[in-house]
């Protein structure tokens, strides 16, 4: 390409537009940029130029437009953004050394470049950390990682912004001896005044090259003595609409420009390990986070194991019976074996110690249970929370009882009813009441067990003709943990990979990591790539955690492969990776990412059965239950541990299916989506 006088062009930019949201943002824009010149890109704040330069540098395509550049290759183009977008935990060298892995350079070459760089732009210690540094040095840090590959051309936006005087004068000196090595340079900047070194200067408004031309030249055409002057004057002209009317254009109909450098999108192994050095490195100089990640698994399922679940114990509950006199001496030390009363005397008299003490005896066995002596305290101790339930019973309950035992059917109605046991219960917590109530009809059986025994009665005669054999799956009292244990691990299994993926990415593209990192030439297979090896590790650990906590520390049962459930699990996290890695494409910010991430895993969580069966779910939910991400894997889950179903099972394979299609699913719409923005 070659400029007016005849020598190389670097940048042609013709004809640009570009639409961002409602917002015409480069209207028309036509800008040249000669090679080894230095560009001083003027204008007010949000009149477009980091949008510009982000086209340029194909981060952004424009609308329609043309943009030719003098050189295709990235590995030719250094670019430092506005943001100082270094990695704030490691150290000069580290990040030196990053980015010379990047470009392929040796490390005695980056030495010596930084040894070059300090003489030039004063860089602190090679072993100072990022945190460390005045915001001053950070900037000449990351100037000096821009120079790092030696490019033929710089794009700089805004490097002096912040910056002392001194050294703003230190990094102009030092483009203006690059531009005479032959670089050529476009800087972005809000003042005027350094502006005067460049070769060539643009006054960007709006949207718009106003001018651009060498600084005396633009002062002289529009006659005015100063810069500031010029730009003010060529507003005006702007305003009146004389010179520079904006014409807006479709982004439908305008032809899209496609990016100006190439983009390589073969897999490399030397950017690959340098991203996956990187991660590592970061999590090894995150020591508390990394931490907390370990223990949180840890902490999580030990808690779970304690508190989840678990049949409740010493449930309050208060007997109010008008057998027992007093406090209830009577019932201190009741052997609940002991013979209960003669079943040879003809006239059936009330036992010396009455049956009550030894329903109390049955009941004690899994709840507290304490004595009241009138009905109106047992039931004002249960308005104030302090029991569960009272149970009441009748001054004759014992001889009721028992006569209902020798009779089977009682001759008169007082006698059945004083043979009840009267309930009342606080019935506010759906476990708890239902528990309660299977406690006592439970500890009501002992006891009439106990009566037919006492006079060699079959209890298979006068028991409810109900017997519940061995269990196919399961045990006759089985834990609500057990079941509710696969839907508890699998969601945090999609949550912790999903949370750490897309808290991982957010972290390097709002800090503008990522766009350095993809300037330079890294593709999202590498990002992600080393991104997935990083997770594999971490969730591998973690996994083990869980794993050793539920099943050795805690004898939650497992009769089904633990390979396929490890497997299982790996396919889950691979459902979450990918979530998550979407969710970064599909949000701008870390609160609206972590927003839909709760958002899912609280989905997650409920859809899983966790909290509830989702046979007691509507209909409409249960008969779609197989299309919603993890719930499925939840269901295999609880298959293979609980049942010790093998893949072939439609239970089993399904969960695996489920997975891999939500993995390929989010992949394939994050493919899309960056693609697309591409195109934006
Ligand atoms: N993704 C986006 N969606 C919608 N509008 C955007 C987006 N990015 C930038 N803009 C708008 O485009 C305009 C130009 O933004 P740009 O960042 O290029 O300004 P700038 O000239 O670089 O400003 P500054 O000097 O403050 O950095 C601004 O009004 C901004 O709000």
Redesign the pocket.
């Known amino acids: 390409m070659a400029n007016r006088e005849g020598g190389e062009m670097m940048i042609s930019v013709r004809e640009a537009y570009k639409v961002?949201?409602s917002?015409q943002?480069l209207k028309g824009l036509n800008m040249s940029v000669s090679s080894n010149n230095i560009y001083g890109l003027l204008?007010p704040?949000?009149?477009?130029?980091?949008?510009?330069l982000n086209c340029i540098l194909g981060m952004r395509n424009l609308d329609d437009g043309v943009i030719r550049l003098g050189v295709t290759d990235r590995k030719l183009v250094g670019y430092m953004p506005?943001e100082v977008a270094l990695f704030k935990e490691f150290t000069i060298k580290e990040i030196f050394i990053f980015y010379g892995r990047l470009f392929g350079i040796s490390r005695q070459l980056i030495h010596n470049r930084y040894n070059d760089y300090t003489t030039i732009l004063g860089l602190p210690h090679w072993h100072s950390t990022i945190q460390s540094l005045s915001g001053g040095e950070q900037r000449r840090v990351s100037f000096a990682v821009t120079l790092l590959h030696d490019p033929v051309l710089l794009i700089l936006d805004?490097p002096t912004v912040g910056v002392d005087s001194i050294l703003s004068q230190r990094i102009w000196k030092y483009l203006v001896e690059l531009s005479s090595q032959g670089k050529t340079i476009v800087i972005?900047t809000?003042y005027v005044e350094e502006a005067r070194h460049a070769h060539t200067i643009a006054l960007m408004r709006a949207g718009q090259i106003l001018r651009e031309d060498r600084p005396d030249n633009i002062m002289s055409s529009v006659g005015v003595s100063s810069l500031e002057e010029a730009f003010l004057e060529l507003s005006k002209k702007q305003d009146e609409g004389s010179e520079y009317m904006p014409i807006f254009r479709n982004r439908s109909i305008g032809k899209e420009s496609g990016s100006p450098l190439n983009n390589d999108n073969r897999f490399n192994i030397n950017r690959f390990i340098a991203q996956l050095i990187k991660n590592l490195l970061w999590m090894k100089r995150n020591t508390l986070i990394m931490s907390f990640l370990l223990l949180l698994p840890a902490m999580q399922s030990f808690f779970f194991c304690i508190s989840f679940g678990q049949n409740p114990q010493n449930l309050n509950l208060i007997i109010y019976s008008e057998e027992i006199k007093g406090d209830g001496d009577q019932c201190a030390n009741i052997d609940v074996k002991q013979r209960l009363y003669d079943c040879d005397s003809q006239s059936l008299e009330i036992p010396d110690v009455p049956l009550t003490c030894h329903f109390i005896a049955h009941l004690n066995k899994s709840m507290h249970i304490s004595l009241e002596s009138s009905m109106e305290s047992a039931r004002l101790n249960v308005l104030r929370n302090k029991a569960w339930g009272v149970i009441y019973l009748q001054s004759n309950f014992s001889l009721a009882t028992i006569q209902r035992i020798n009779e089977f059917i009682p001759t008169d109605n007082d006698t059945v009813d004083s043979s009840f046991a009267y309930i009342t219960m606080d019935m506010s917590n759906y476990v708890v009441a239902n528990y309660l109530r299977k406690q006592i009809i439970d500890a009501y059986i002992e006891l009439k067990r106990a009566l037919s025994e006492n006079c060699n009665i079959s209890d298979r005669v006068s028991s409810i003709p109900l017997k519940f054999e061995t269990p196919i799956y399961g045990t006759n009292n089985p834990v609500y943990a057990y079941s509710g244990l696969p839907g508890f691990f699998c969601s945090f299994c999609f949550y912790f990979t999903m949370i750490f993926t897309s808290g991982a990415i957010m972290m390097e593209k709002l800090v503008g990591l990522l766009d350095r990192s993809l300037v330079a030439g890294m593709n999202y297979i590498e990002i992600v790539g080393a991104h997935i090896v990083v997770q594999f590790l971490l969730i591998s650990v973690q996994k083990s955690i869980m794993l050793i906590i539920f099943y050795i520390c805690f004898d939650n049962p497992l009769i089904g492969s633990v390979p396929l459930i490890i497997l299982l699990l790996y396919c889950i996290e691979a459902v979450g990776v990918s979530y998550g890695f979407l969710l970064t494409e599909i949000f701008s910010s870390d609160r609206l990412v972590s927003y839909a991430g709760i958002g899912a895993t609280l989905a997650v969580f409920s859809l899983g059965g966790i909290i509830w069966p989702m046979e007691g779910a509507d209909i409409l939910i249960r008969s779609w239950i197989w299309a919603f991400p993890v719930a499925p894997a939840i269901d295999s889950y609880r298959a293979i541990a609980l049942k010790g179903f093998s893949l072939d099972h439609v239970q089993v394979y399904a969960g695996f299916l489920s997975s891999i299609i939500w993995t390929l699913l989010f992949s394939a719409i994050s493919v899309v989506l960056v693609k697309s923005k591409r195109l934006q």
């Open positions: 961002l949201g917002h943002v204008g704040s949000g009149c477009g130029k980091t949008v510009l506005q805004e972005t809000h």
